[in-house]
Structure formats: structure tokens, C-alpha cells
């Protein structure tokens, strides 16, 4: 491959994706399924394979059709993102009616299908979609997981995995946005693999702060109910202030749209969609808070397990806690109760001393030198 830039050169730190994805631009076949966190690079990776299978020179980055697509202006791309906490039968009949249309311009149509793990019921109605589409339709199906409703589905695409982003690769992206070192480490490793959420948490006060609410809560407990209402209701308010930076950026976005709005004279145009697109990154953000409490608990009775395992004490209280833990942030996919099933979890988990397990859980060494070496550089 050249190395001369293309739509695919802003792909920071998925090598793998980037080379399937280039490789499938010569001859694609009608479904593709990029499996992988979110804001690890999937949604802007399907955005520039898409303006690779429609660009004459396969995704040089300049011509008419590749800046359309990238702008999210392209006729013949069409990204769709499910309104709803999970697909309805109308966003299923859409999805079709759209595979099925021909392209407006050129010779072929791409469908985004994004956050496709929250298909739920309506797989079956878009099965015969997605795995026989008209010969000019192209799909590119986004997905956290692949959950027993998308299977079948999944059967019918080809398959990419999309590793979550090292932390290394968030540092180094935080500090060329310009954020020094110290933040971006931190930030970069409560962030769970995501780009996107690394840049929030980079203007996250408080995120100190949660990481120890959440790594001290096993010292809390005592063995009754009532310890765990009170630790379980203080991590859902933590939660809930985490929003703060996000519920800034949104109500900013909101101010320039009407802002917009009032200079070129139009109606509320786009007002529906961004609320719309707001209320998902806000439940997005509320399962990634949680994810990162209940990682930081794991990695907490991990160090215990650790510390346990030399010293020769009881190590299998703490393995079942582990597994307790695991399961408590699979079953998150779920739109569980948080509350409920943070209660349910933490009747489950022993309780630590001060002194278990407390010296380990920081960001590494490794990354935090990355991130001098970067700033040093920048
Ligand atoms: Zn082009």
C-alpha cells in the first residue's frame, strides 16, 4: 500500500482494522461486521470504508465523494443510528426500504448500521436484508458485542474485530490534542479503550475522585443490607454528577445549532435529531461509568487476590467476587437496574481491609512515561 495519506491515514491506533478494511475496498462483498467498543475507531473506520468503495481511486481523501462522505453529506451513505434503547420494527422497515433503493449517483450505496448490538427482536426481520441485499448495496454493521439476538446476523457478515485502543495510543492521541501528561494518563486509563470517552474524562474534575469512591467501596462493607444501600446509592450519585462535562458539551452544541438556526432564518431543523442523539450519548456515558467503576472494583480484588495468593490466605472469596464482577458488567448490555444490580453485586463481595490490595490499580509506569515522552515532544 502507498503511504500517501487517505480517508483511512486518521485511524489512530488500529493497524488491523485499517488493513482489512483497505484490502476489502478491491472486491467487497454485501456485509461487513466491525465488533469493538465504542470511540475505539469503528464508527469513523465504516465512514471512510465507505468513502473508499465509493471514491474512483479508492479512498484518495480529496475528491467530490470522499469529502461528501466524510462531511456525513453523501447521498449514497446512509448512517443509521437506532433512536430507541433497542431497534423497533419501523427502524427495521427503514433499513430495508433504504437497502433496497438504488443509489442516487453512482454505483453503489452504503448502509452504517450503528450500535447494532441493541438489535434485539427485529434480527430476524432484517436478516434476509442484510445477507442478500441488491448487488449496489454495501452494509457495514457496528457492534459493542455480538449479543444471541445478532448471531444469526453476524453469520452472514464478514467479520472484524475491533480491539479496544491501548492506552499508550489514547495518551498519545490526548497529547497531540494538546492535553499535558498527567491528565492524559489519567484519563486515558479510566477510559476503557475508547478515544471518545478519554477526551470527556479529560475535562472530568472529578474523576479522581470516582476511581476511589469505587476502589475504597469494599472497605465499606460490613456484612448487612444497609451498608450496601448506602455504598450502592453514593456510586449511582457518582454516576449521575459524571454526566456534568457531558450535559456542557451537549448544551453548548444545542446553543450553536439555534444559534444557526437564527442566522440563516430556518425552523428547527436537526433540533429532533441531536436531542435525539444526546439522550444515547447519555446513556452511553452512564453504561461506561459504570463499566469503568466496576473495572476499577475488579482490579481491586484482582491485587487482593494477588497480595492473598503470596501471603498463602484464602484466595477463593476473592476469585468469586471477581467472577461476580464480571458477570455484573456483562449483564450492563443488558439496560439492567443499576441500582438493583449494583445492590445484588456488592451483597455478593467480601469485604477488604484498608491495606488489601491498595498498591496496585494506578495507571502504569509504562503509559506514564509515554506520556512525558509525548508532551516532551509536542
Ligand atoms: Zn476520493
Not at 465504542?38 to 479512498?59: K, N, V
Not at 495518551?171 to 479503550?193: K, Y
Not at 494477588?306 to 449483564?331: F, Q, R, W, Y
Not at 494506578?362 to 508532551?375: I, K, N
Amino acid at each position: 500500500m502507498s503511504d500517501a495519506p487517505d480517508v483511512f491515514s486518521g485511524i489512530a491506533g488500529q493497524p488491523h482494522l485499517v488493513a482489512q478494511l483497505r484490502a476489502a475496498t478491491i472486491q467487497p462483498v454485501h456485509a461487513y461486521l466491525l465488533v469493538g467498543p465504542a470511540g475505539a475507531g469503528s464508527a469513523p473506520a465504516a465512514r471512510a470504508f465507505a468513502a473508499a468503495l465509493l471514491c474512483p481511486r479508492g479512498g484518495c481523501g480529496r475528491c467530490r465523494d470522499c469529502r461528501l462522505v466524510l462531511a456525513g453529506e453523501h447521498p449514497d451513505v446512509v448512517i443509521f443510528v437506532p433512536e430507541g434503547a433497542f431497534l423497533r420494527v419501523s427502524d427495521a422497515e427503514e433499513i430495508t426500504r433504504v437497502a433496497m433503493r438504488s443509489p442516487v449517483e453512482g454505483q453503489r450505496k452504503v448502509l452504517v448500521l450503528a450500535e447494532f448490538h441493541r438489535v434485539q427482536k427485529v434480527g430476524p426481520a432484517l436478516l434476509k436484508t442484510i445477507e442478500e441485499p441488491p448487488p449496489s448495496t454495501v452494509f457495514v454493521v457496528l457492534a459493542d458485542s455480538v449479543p444471541p439476538e445478532l448471531v444469526t446476523i453476524a453469520s452472514r457478515c464478514v467479520r472484524i474485530d475491533v480491539a479496544p485502543l491501548t492506552e499508550a495510543t489514547l495518551v498519545e492521541a490526548l497529547v497531540d490534542d494538546g492535553v499535558d501528561a498527567p491528565a492524559a494518563a489519567a484519563a486515558a486509563g479510566a477510559a476503557g479503550g475508547s478515544l471518545d470517552r478519554a477526551r470527556l474524562l479529560v475535562s472530568d474534575a472529578g474523576l479522581a475522585a470516582r476511581r476511589a469512591a469505587w476502589w475504597r467501596a469494599p472497605e465499606r462493607l460490613d456484612g448487612s443490607g444497609a451498608a450496601v444501600a448506602v455504598v450502592v446509592a453514593e456510586l449511582v450519585e457518582l454516576v449521575e454528577a459524571a454526566a456534568e462535562p457531558l450535559h456542557r458539551a451537549q448544551a453548548q452544541a444545542l446553543a450553536e445549532l439555534e444559534a444557526k438556526v437564527a442566522t440563516s432564518g430556518g425552523r428547527g431543523t436537526g433540533r429532533a435529531g441531536l436531542d435525539a442523539t444526546h439522550k444515547r450519548a447519555l446513556r452511553r456515558h452512564r453504561a461506561d461509568e459504570l463499566r469503568f467503576g466496576l473495572s476499577t472494583l475488579g482490579t481491586r480484588y484482582r491485587a487482593a487476590m494477588e497480595t492473598a495468593a503470596a501471603e498463602g490466605t484464602a484466595v477463593a472469596p476473592l476469585m468469586s467476587a471477581l467472577d461476580a464482577i464480571v458477570a455484573s458488567a456483562l449483564a450492563l448490555s443488558r439496560n439492567p437496574n443499576e441500582a438493583l444490580l449494583l445492590q445484588a453485586l456488592f451483597l455478593r463481595l467480601p469485604a477488604l481491609s484498608a491495606e488489601q490490595g491498595t498498591n496496585l490499580g494506578r495507571p502504569s509506569a509504562r503509559v506514564a512515561q509515554t506520556a512525558e515522552r509525548r508532551s516532551r515532544k509536542a
